[in-house]
C-alpha cells in the first residue's frame, strides 16, 4: 500500500482512507460510511468534499475500488470522534509523512528561491533563539529555587557574593526604578514598593528584642522566584555588554 498520494504540483499531501482505516483498526468500508457523512457536514457547511479515487486490489485483478484522499485537516475531523490512541496514532503517521515529503528543486531559479528561503528561515529562528536564550538561562538558574529566598540565598543562585549583590540592588548610580532596595538611616534594607508590585519580592517586618532588652523591629526582605529570574536575566545582560566592552 502506498497511503501518501502527492499532486502533480508535489505540495497536496494525501493519507488515502484505507491507511486510515488499518491505524483505527477497522473495516474500509466503515471508514468510507463515515466520510460520506463527513461530506454531508461539510456540505451543509460550505467546506469542499473529500476527495474521492479508485485503487486496484491484488486480490480481485483489474477490478477497482472506491477510496478517498484526505487532506490533514480532512483527516483530524474524520477521527476526531475515535479513540483517543486512534488520534495519536493518526498525528504520528502524519508526522512521518510530513518528514518523507521531499521538494528537490528541478530548475535553477527553483534551487536559487529555496536557498532564499531555507535563509531566511535560519534567520528567523536564530533571531529567535537569541531572544528567548536569556530568559531560559534566567528560569534554568532557579529550578531549585522552590519559594521566596532571602538575599545571601539569592546572591548564591544568580552566581555573585553577598556584598557585591547587595550593592548592586542599591546602586544610587542607577535610576531608582532599576534598583530592587535601600538602606534606611539605621542601615537595615528594605524593598522598594515597585519590586513589590511587580511580584519580585516580598518584604515583612519583623519584632524582636535588642541586647539591651527594648523591643527592636526589622525589615525581611525575601525574592520570589520570579524576581530571582529577573535578576538573572539582568546581570546576563550587564556581563554580555562588559564583555563587548
Same mark, same amino acid.
Not at 82 to 91: F, L, M, W
Not at 173 to 181: A, D, E, H, L, W
Not at 204 to 218: C, M
Given at each position: 500500500?502506498?497511503?501518501l ?10 493519507m ?7 491505524l483505527?483498526?477497522?473495516r474500509?468500508?466503515?471508514v ?8 454531508q ?8 468534499k ?6 486496484t486490489h ?5 477490478q477497482?475500488h472506491?477510496?478517498?484522499?484526505l487532506?490533514?485537516e ?5 477521527i476526531?470522534?475515535y ?10 503517521r502524519?508526522?512521518?509523512?510530513e ?17 532564499a ?8 529562528? *536564530? ?19 522552590k519559594?521566596q ?10 552566581g555573585?557574593? *553577598? ?21 534606611d ?9 515597585h ?7 516580598? *518584604?515583612?517586618?519583623s519584632?524582636?528584642?535588642g @541586647? ?13 522566584p520570579? @524576581?530571582?529570574a529577573?535578576?538573572?536575566?539582568l546581570?546576563?545582560?550587564q ?7
Amino acid at each position: 500500500m502506498n497511503p501518501l498520494i502527492m499532486q502533480p504540483n508535489n505540495k497536496a499531501m494525501r493519507m488515502t482512507s484505507r491507511e486510515i482505516a488499518d491505524l483505527c483498526e477497522k473495516r474500509h468500508d466503515h471508514v468510507c460510511r463515515d466520510i460520506d457523512n463527513l461530506n454531508q457536514t461539510y456540505l451543509s457547511m460550505g467546506f469542499p468534499k473529500v476527495g474521492e479515487g479508485y485503487y486496484t486490489h491484488p486480490n480481485t485483478g483489474n477490478q477497482q475500488h472506491r477510496q478517498f484522499l484526505l487532506t490533514y485537516e480532512q483527516c483530524l475531523d474524520l477521527i476526531t470522534g475515535y479513540r483517543a490512541d486512534v488520534r495519536i496514532r493518526i498525528n504520528r503517521r502524519w508526522q512521518e509523512l510530513e518528514g518523507q515529503q521531499l521538494q528537490v528543486p528541478q530548475t535553477l531559479p527553483e534551487a536559487l528561491r529555496l536557498a532564499a528561503d531555507l535563509a531566511e528561515q535560519n534567520a528567523q529562528q *536564530q533571531a529567535r533563539l537569541a531572544e528567548v536564550e536569556p530568559k531560559a538561562q534566567a528560569l534554568d538558574t532557579i529550578t531549585h529555587a522552590k519559594g521566596q529566598m532571602g538575599i545571601r540565598e539569592t546572591a548564591k543562585i544568580v552566581g555573585i557574593g *553577598q556584598n557585591e549583590f547587595v550593592a548592586w540592588c542599591i546602586d544610587d548610580k542607577k535610576p531608582k526604578t532599576s534598583r530592587f532596595m535601600y538602606r534606611d538611616q539605621s542601615g537595615a534594607l528594605y524593598a522598594y514598593q515597585h519590586r513589590i508590585s511587580q511580584g519580585f519580592m516580598t *518584604q515583612k517586618i519583623s519584632s524582636f528584642v535588642g @541586647g539591651d532588652g527594648r523591643d527592636r523591629i526589622a525589615p525581611k526582605v525575601r525574592f520570589t522566584p520570579a @524576581g530571582i529570574a529577573h535578576i538573572a536575566k539582568l546581570l546576563k545582560k550587564q556581563t554580555q555588554v562588559e564583555g563587548v566592552a
